[in-house]
């Protein structure tokens, strides 16, 4: 069967333990390629007005980082803590922290070789910090930021519910969680979309919006493919483009045709936990270390 087979993604290869052995590799391969930072589908937006302003050295992954921007702009993170829970290469957490001015910002992924080039490339920036951790049983105490990221992720995991859960216990009251994740390729977009409502609900949250950004994410997809190709063609062995292809989302994927034809949809969630609520105990001693001792082992003096 090839690679390209629809099959392929019936089986979930983007999940659990598959997807954390796919990472890792790619991470070992990608780890001396300092300036591919991200690895989401990207993102467009419908009028240029509306774009943020880069830096020249964001310019190159402009529509990943936008998908960023789009999601982690819905709240005012200036002076917060904020965490990126699937940080991947950091370029999304150091994103937010240089142009949103969190007081620190730390990311979290269960992929070591991912949180050892971040350790590389950003070590050293105040403020901004990485650790590894399990999404659905997270290494911070209670109450301990403001805001929870997570930017195309939570399809990964194994127990999705779980992680909202552990957001919101590691959440302050009045903090924000703020999700970007597409539906799966098995179920009705409604449903899901309508089942992962329940869960953040269910989790204590308060839905606040649910924003469907399909479009500019294949809008995103299309101005970003030639560049995706570049890198493919460059970076990876011939035998394994197919699969880097789907992976990448590039126009000759059939995840690409999913997006487009609406069979998958890319939704952004956003979710208050409510101001007044029981204390929450740490969920384990051994995981009780505040946010900011995280940082300071990422990066001793």
Known sequence: MQITARSLGE??????????????LIGWRF???AHLRF???GFAYDETRDQPRLGPEDEAERYCVQLY???????????????DV???RGGGASYVHRYMEPAATVGCDLC?????FCERIYGGVAGLGFVRGNAMELPFTANAFDAVLNVESAHCYPDREAFVEEAHRVLRPGGHLLVADFTPPHMEPEAEKSGFETEIIRAGFHLDEVRDVTRNIVHGLDLDDDRRHREIEARFPWGTRRLARLWAGTRDSWIYDDFSSRRREYVIYRATKPLLEPAVPAK??????PVLQSMEAAHPA
């Open 11 to 24: 089986r979930q290869i983007f999940k659990g333990a598959r997807a954390n052995i796919l990472y890792e």
């Open 31 to 33: 780890r001396n390629v």
């Open 39 to 41: 690895m989401n589908y």
């Open 69 to 83: 921007h789009a999601v982690a702009s819905l709240v005012d993170l200036k002076g917060l803590s904020v965490l």
């Open 86 to 88: 699937g940080s991947g």
């Open 112 to 116: 070591r070789n991912a949180v050892a």
């Open 284 to 289: 384990k001693p051994q995981d009780s270390a």
